[in-house]
């Protein structure tokens, strides 16, 4: 099963990566598409506005897609409002993140005062999801923006973000429900592999990215416990008996998996920005797979809110 909070973070920080020089006002749009064991199971939209000094936002569309939207359907939505300070830094004031997955929709909105920390929460939360359990409170000195999107406007307008091995960038975000550590370690360029699935290839950097959760952990209920304790030794057993099975027919063990998140960014030097053009999330024996499909740069330009944006 896939870490869904995991799986957000990625998808989030992966275009939270891109690096542009500081200028006028800016737009940039992106999507991307996921695969799962073969399949794609959903696509991405990003959206940002920005001007360092000035008002920025950001919103992103996730849809289900192939037998993802078959079995589940689904639609989710994340948006985030705030200022950039003179050296690029964000002052967050809203983040929202709603939507509709598997015929339950859901809604969360988190409200930042001018001191950055969290002055109002709403959700509104299918009682289904919370029958497994729910998050220990956060406590008040870290209900402390920026939202996890919001951290991502900061290394938009900070060009040295790719960096060496032996250096790394690290971000704290708060969510209204939980607090990570984001921390960002780089290789040096190497070659990316052409892919059908993207049109971007050639050289690029391979990036991890380290999440930490630092507070609100999820208690689960005892019922919730056990469900979750049967469904693991259910798959230890089933790996057990794929490797007996390959010894028997005299197979090498497979080689152990190194869980993580892999990013991979392209220098695109027509426009001076550094964009993610790949990425995997190795996790619980699974690999979900990330490919840029495009993307439109354009600044000094506007793009009108949504109808779900201008709503708020």
Same mark, same amino acid.
């Given at each position: 099963? &896939?870490?869904?909070?995991?799986?957000?973070?990625?998808?989030?920080?992966?275009?939270?990566?891109?690096?542009?020089?500081?200028?006028?006002?800016?737009?940039?749009?992106?999507?991307?598409?996921?695969?799962?064991?073969?399949?794609? &199971?959903?696509?991405?939209?990003?959206?940002?506005?920005?001007?360092?000094?000035?008002?920025?936002?950001?919103?992103?569309?996730?849809?289900?897609?192939?037998?993802?939207?078959?079995?589940?359907?689904?639609?989710?939505?994340?948006?985030?409002?705030?200022?950039?300070?003179?050296?690029?830094?964000?002052?967050?004031?809203?983040?929202?993140?709603?939507?509709?997955?598997?015929?339950?929709?859901?809604?969360?909105?988190?409200?930042?005062?001018?001191?950055?920390?969290? &002055?109002?929460?709403?959700?509104?939360? /299918?009682?289904?999801?919370?029958?497994?359990?729910?998050?220990?409170?956060?406590?008040?000195?870290?209900?402390?923006? /920026?939202?996890?999107?919001?951290?991502?406007?900061?290394?938009?307008? @900070?060009?040295?973000?790719?960096?060496?091995?032996?250096?790394?960038?690290?971000?704290?975000?708060?969510?209204?429900?939980?607090?990570?550590? &984001?921390?960002?370690?780089?290789?040096?360029?190497?070659?990316?592999?052409?892919? @059908?699935?993207?049109?971007?290839?050639?050289?690029?950097?391979?990036?991890?990215?380290?999440?930490?959760?630092?507070?609100?952990?999820?208690?689960?209920?005892?019922?919730?416990?056990?469900?979750?304790? @049967?469904?693991?030794?259910?798959?230890?057993? @089933?790996?057990?008996?794929?490797?007996?099975?390959?010894?028997?027919?005299?197979?090498? /063990?497979?080689?152990?998996?190194?869980?993580?998140?892999?990013?991979?960014?392209?220098?695109?030097?027509?426009?001076?920005?550094?964009? /993610?053009?790949?990425?995997?999330?190795?996790?619980?024996?699974?690999?979900?797979?990330?490919?840029?499909?495009?993307?439109?740069?354009?600044?000094?330009?506007?793009?009108?809110?949504?109808?779900?944006?201008?709503?708020?």
């Amino acid at each position: 099963m &896939i870490n869904t909070s995991r799986f957000i973070i990625t998808i989030l920080t992966l275009w939270g990566c891109v690096s542009f020089p500081v200028s006028a006002k800016q737009q940039l749009s992106t999507e991307y598409d996921i695969h799962w064991k073969g399949f794609r &199971i959903a696509t991405s939209e990003i959206n940002a506005e920005w001007q360092t000094g000035a008002q920025y936002k950001l919103d992103m569309t996730s849809r289900a897609r192939g037998l993802a939207r078959l079995f589940f359907g689904g639609k989710g939505m994340v948006v985030a409002k705030g200022a950039l300070d003179t050296s690029g830094d964000p002052v967050a004031t809203s983040f929202r993140s709603y939507g509709k997955w598997d015929g339950e929709t859901y809604d969360r909105m988190v409200r930042f005062g001018p001191d950055g920390h969290m &002055i109002h929460i709403e959700k509104d939360w /299918p009682e289904k999801w919370q029958e497994d359990g729910s998050n220990a409170p956060v406590p008040e000195d870290l209900r402390l923006g /920026p939202d996890p999107f919001s951290v991502l406007i900061a290394l938009i307008t @900070k060009p040295n973000m790719v960096v060496a091995k032996d250096d790394s960038l690290k971000f704290r975000a708060y969510d209204g429900e939980t607090v990570h550590d &984001i921390q960002l370690i780089c290789d040096a360029p190497s070659e990316l592999l052409k892919s @059908k699935r993207s049109p971007y290839s050639g050289t690029a950097r391979r990036c991890e990215l380290n999440v930490e959760q630092i507070a609100g952990f999820f208690i689960e209920t005892e019922e919730a416990r056990k469900k979750r304790e @049967k469904r693991e030794a259910k798959a230890r057993e @089933k790996r057990e008996r794929k490797k007996a099975r390959n010894a028997k027919k005299g197979k090498k /063990p497979e080689e152990p998996v190194k869980e993580g998140l892999y990013i991979w960014m392209k220098d695109f030097s027509e426009i001076g920005a550094i964009l /993610p053009v790949r990425a995997e999330l190795l996790a619980d024996g699974t690999k979900v797979s990330i490919y840029l499909k495009s993307h439109h740069y354009a600044p000094s330009v506007s793009f009108t809110d949504t109808a779900q944006m201008a709503a708020q």
